[in-house]
């Protein structure tokens, strides 16, 4: 998947008209999720994202440590300018994404490193 069919998806999954809005939603969303990540699993995880997304991921892993599924909502609300339900619709956009371009066993990898309630904003309720 080429960036822009990224962005594609992701303004499909949450709704937005503006593109440049979808994609700073997705910088901030990976940016977050990257700092959650340890053993090298946001290198795995950029390895199978657009070239474009992977700094993000890449930035600041794991400086954050392993936070909860509100926590991570109320980083994303405060990064992105916006409340907290706001976030979780745009968190989801970009993680239901995530879990469209990779594979099985990296959706399963992540959502071991993630706190429970994380599989629900992947748009896989059943996992995790």
């Known amino acids: ?46 390895a199978q994202l657009p070239a474009e997304l992977q700094e993000p991921l890449r930035r600041a892993a794991g400086s954050a440590g392993r936070t909860g599924v509100d926590e991570f909502l109320a980083h994303a609300a405060e990064r992105l300018g916006t409340t ?18 990779v594979t099985g066993g990296e959706l399963d990898d992540l959502l071991e490193q993630l706190p429970e309630g994380f599989a629900e904003l992947f748009g896989r309720a059943d996992l995790g």
């Open 1 to 46: 998947m080429r960036a822009d069919e990224f962005d594609a998806a992701v303004r499909d999954h949450g709704g937005y008209e503006d593109a440049e809005q979808a994609r700073r939603t997705t910088l901030v969303v990976l940016e977050l999720l990257g700092e959650r990540l340890v053993g090298g699993e946001a290198d795995d995880l950029a």
């Open 84 to 101: 907290p339900q706001t976030a979780k619709n745009d968190v989801s956009a970009v993680l239901a994404t995530v879990a469209q371009q």
